[in-house]
């Protein structure tokens, strides 16, 4: 129930409050939304698929191990694959049938990776989790159980396992509700806020409770107008919302706290070291859902979008489902797309094949034409010199020289990049979008991560004007 004082306090402040607080971060972008392809669409359950694709990996970690044969008879909700260490996650069936197949199969983020395949038999019958009837009673320790079993893990696209991320190494201050679903066109958080906002509070209490916290904040830009006006209904002494300018990446963890709390989360850090932990709102669902209704996490809301679909929808579908079924519920294409992306445009991956099934962190797929974003997900284009506007260096929400890595990263010179901290890069995009020159910096960024991290290097006693000795250097 809402307190009631705080009710009548927040219906006389909170517009004039939310109006003028736009808290934000340094650094970022703004890039076209197109979230109106879908913003006022209703959540949609996809038709039930004939057959589901399920990968073992399907967050960060280790994957999980096959604990079903060929042969064998599951249910929606079905545990198959057990989490195979500290650091990973069940995964469970999301239609009724039977096992077909265990083998390697298309995966959108690793090629191939190994995977069971069920053919449904029409039934959908459903497993639920064998946990007590009073969610309200239960014990942090069993809430934390509860998510684990359900397979749970960050819905956002990061895929690291809830019930490790709610057990952080020392006691935290604060949680953050991530509703700031910052990536053009996806709209399932403010969907689900539209639609499902008690339970999404709920599910925020119960992370609350996990870690002790009493105070949480929810992190919603200010393009979401209806989902603010839900949300402050909830709003208490606990909760509080915290309108945040509409930026990209305004939904990445450091860039949340930032924005809310003024708090720097250190390179390589994590967020717990400030004291937080952040969770978005697909995540929160699940929680809810597993708690409250013993739920295990086997289908997902997702946004289908771009100008190559016929019909963009919001849709609630069964992981594992091919995006070929998918597209059918969009009424197929208007046009071939020049490219399909499973999460947003600026973090998602270019997919090649429609035979990719949706996984847990799908946020969204995208269909397009020949947009900008296509072009770069998808053509090696011939680079242009850098320009030396500065425009990247001003986006960066890191503090990162992203001009002057790239050309170290161009030259090989893995210490210069080193020295330039190209591994606290959170790959965001932002430069590469606002580069005017259209350079690839994020293939070169990515390459310099990849070699520094491997083979870390002595990088030298740091100069004095380190920046600008090396810009000479480079440049010449
Ligand atoms: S250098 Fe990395 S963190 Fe900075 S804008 Fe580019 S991609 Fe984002
Ligand atoms: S935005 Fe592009 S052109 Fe401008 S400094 Fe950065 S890399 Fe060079």
Known sequence: MVDRKWKIF???????????????FRGGIHPPAFKYLTQNKPIKNASLPSRVVIPLSQHIGAPAQPIVQIGNKVRAGTKIGAAAGKVSANVHSSISGQVKDIKNFFHPAEGKSLSIIIESDG??????????????????????EIIASAGIVGLGGAGFPTAVKLSPPKKVEYFILNAAECEPYLTTDNRLILE????????????????????????????????????S????????????????PQGGERELIEAILKRRVPPKGLPYEVGVVVNNVATIFAIYEAVYLRKPLYERITTFSGDALRQAENLRVRIGTPLKELTKE?????????????GGPMMGLAQQSLEVPLVKGTSGV?????????????????????????????????????????LATQKQKWNVAKEL???????????????PAERR???????????????????????????????LKLLS
């Open 10 to 24: 927040s219906q006389r402040s909170n517009r004039k409050d939310m109006k003028a607080i736009k808290a934000t």
């Open 123 to 144: 039934k959908d019958e459903k497993e639920f989790l064998k946990i007590g009837e009073n969610a309200d009673l239960f014990s942090t320790d069993e809430i934390k």
């Open 196 to 231: 499902k906002t008690e339970e999404i509070i709920k599910g925020m209490k119960l992370a609350m409770k996990v870690l002790g916290v009493k105070k949480g904040y929810i992190g919603i830009e200010d393009n979401k107008k209806d989902a603010i006006k839900r949300l």
């Open 233 to 248: 209904h909830f709003q208490s002494l606990e909760i509080e919302i915290k309108v945040l300018k509409a930026k990209y």
């Open 330 to 342: 969009c009424k197929g294409f208007k046009e071939t797309p020049s490219g399909v992306i499973m």
């Open 366 to 406: 995208l269909f397009l034409k020949h947009s900008r974003w296509a072009r770069r997900k998808n053509e090696m284009k011939e680079e242009n010199p850098c320009l030396h506007c500065g425009k990247c260096v001003e986006a960066c929400p890191v503090d990162l020289n992203p001009s002057l890595i790239s």
């Open 421 to 435: 901290n190209v591994d606290n890069c959170i790959e965001c995009g932002a430069c590469e979008y606002i580069c």
């Open 441 to 471: 910096l994020m293939d070169m960024i990515k390459e310099g991560k990849k070699v520094t991290g491997f083979k870390p290097q002595a990088a030298g006693k740091k100069k004095k004007n380190f920046k600008q000795d090396q810009e």
